[in-house]
């Protein structure tokens, strides 16, 4: 069931799935969508029942970026709608517990683009592509995109792709580490569900805490990231997942982890 005006909240099993619904609008970015976007995301988050999240797109795109008829028309400046209305969106992605998969079908554009390379795994449909357009609109990639793009391809290659908006196909974005896998486009939420599952089956914990050590390692050094590594695994050797991790290990046995 969904409570929201332009976003589809499910739930699966143990998985949250969370839908970018403006088809009409290629899934273009409004101020409603940001905000329900946020609450579905808090939601998931909240919710001890959810080992895993899906975020994918309505229709024939994941996501075209911003709404530019909306974005024209108000006179909010826009580092303020970037400050408060879409950056808590990726902080919460960042933060919460569980991992995040980016289902991208059609385009993940501008923004979008942002918003899949903000979630911890990405897989996408064969026919799928990200584009960074920003510069044929004479504006500068934003929602994190220069910091994602640089340290996934160095600074030469985003610098490139961003600015010469080229279009990067599914394949290709494989090749580069921007996505994981791709899949026929006609499976993408099908595979992308039945990875949230397998997620879903392992220590929950354990997932949280690699989430973590690792969003910190990203920007972190070696010697503060192994400080982050440190207390989280004393933490995680005491826990009865670990426990049960263990004695399933010995007993040849599926473990049966419970986020404790």
Known sequence: MSDYETVRYAQDDRVAIITINRPEAMNS?????????????RRAAGDESVRAVVLTGEGRSFSAGADLKGSLSTTRPVKQQLQEEYRPVFECIATMRQPVIAAVG???AGIGMSYALACDLVIMGDSA???SPFTTI????????NWLL????????????SVEAERIPAARCVELGL???AVPADRLLDEALAWAKSLAE?????????????RHAASGSWASTFDVEAPLQDGLKNSEDCA????????KRKPDFKGR
Do not use: C, W
């Open 106 to 108: 059609g385009s993940a």
């Open 150 to 161: 640089v340290h996934q391809l160095g600074y030469r290659r985003a610098f490139q792709l």
């Open 138 to 145: 004479s504006l500068v990639p934003d929602g994190g995109l």
């Open 179 to 181: 996505a994981n896998r």
């Open 29 to 41: 970015f409004n101020t409603e969508l940001r905000r329900d976007l946020l609450a579905a995301f």
């Open 202 to 214: 392992r220590a929950p914990l354990s997932i949280a805490a690699t989430k973590r050590a690792m």
């Open 244 to 251: 049960e991790g263990v004695a399933a290990f010995f007993e």
């Open 129 to 131: 592509f990200m584009l």
